[in-house]
Structures are given as C-alpha cells and as structure tokens.
C-alpha cells in the first residue's frame, strides 16, 4: 500500500486511533495473528521478537513438531525410520523427501510453520528452484530469517544420509534444545 507521509499532527491522530483499536480488539488481534502465522511479522516490525522467543534467524522454536529429511538417502526408508525411532520418536514426526533433486517439496513451506522442528538435509544440487540469490537451497535455509534449525547430514567432509550422520544430528539437535521428544 503507497501513501503520502503523514505530518506530526496526522501521526498524533492515528496514534490515538490505533490506542483506541488496541483497546478494544488487541485480544481478537492477536489471535488471528497467531493463526494466520503473522504474529512473528508484526513483533519483528515493532522491534520486539523476543517477546516470542524467538532465535536469531528468526524463527520460534517449535521443538515437538516435524523433522524434514531432505536430500539423496544412501539408505532405506526403513532404516532412517529405525534410526530416528531408537531416540523415541514416532514415524509420524519424520517427512522424507528422499530424491536427489526433491522438486516435489516447497522449501517455503518450512518458513515461519508452525509444523516443522528442524531439517536434516543431505546430497542435492546446488542449482534448484528455490534458492534465489543464495548458492544453493540448503544455504538459502540457513541463513534466511525463519526457517527451522538446518543440520547438514554429513560423512567426514561430505553431504551423505547414514545412519550415522542421522544420529549425530539427532544426538546435537536433543542436546542443543532444538528438538524434543
């Protein structure tokens, strides 16, 4: 919306109808925007994140939700569920999109969700959609405001989903805070 800058007196007056409104309605207000996920946006461009406790990339830690695995797997389904499922969660909190270029998954889903705890990435191209003026997807998450905790699923020095890089990551996530059972 484009308008004309408003004087000292004009400010004045929307600031006595803002109180009133505030007044009234603050409580319906910030319900709806809680549901509409908007109320992060609104604390931010007061200047107050903190108020819900939110991490420095913006994100509110959501540590009982969603874990995404994304990336080539260089193992089974069944053994990444087995992995995840002997630190005790159930299969219902693990999303796996499990090809190497995974086209299929909108990595803007995960922004500002409420759904998802933390995402565990492993081999894909660097050259996606999605990745807009970051060098690759899996950067783009982990340094854009409001994404979840981003892990790099990693075998010594490269990107590989095992079940060891899965466990480490776990293993880090639980300790750190970022996720819980």
Do not use: C, W
């Not at 604390?43 to 913006?58: A, K, Q, T, Y």
């Amino acid at each position: 919306m484009q308008y004309l800058p408003l004087d000292a007196d004009e400010i004045v007056e929307l600031e006595e109808k803002l109180l009133a409104i505030f007044r009234e309605d603050l409580h319906i207000i910030l319900l709806n925007l809680n549901r509409t996920e908007q109320l992060g946006n609104l604390l931010s461009l007061l200047g107050h994140p903190e108020l819900l406790g939110i991490n420095d990339n913006g994100y509110v830690p959501l540590t009982d939700r969603t874990i995404v695995i994304l990336g080539n797997s260089s193992i089974s389904v069944n053994d990444i569920l087995k992995t995840i499922s002997k630190f005790g969660f159930p299969k219902e909190r693990v999303e796996l999109h499990l090809e190497y270029k995974p086209n299929g998954f909108n990595i803007d889903a995960l922004k500002y969700s409420i759904n998802y705890s933390l995402v565990l990435v492993g081999p894909m191209p660097h050259s996606m959609e999605g990745k807009d003026e970051y060098s690759s997807i899996i950067n783009r998450m982990e340094k854009e405001a409001g994404f979840p905790p981003v892990k790099r699923l990693m075998a010594g020095e490269e990107l590989k989903i095992t079940k060891t890089s899965i466990k480490n990551a776990i293993d880090d996530a639980l300790s750190r805070g970022l996720i819980t059972l």
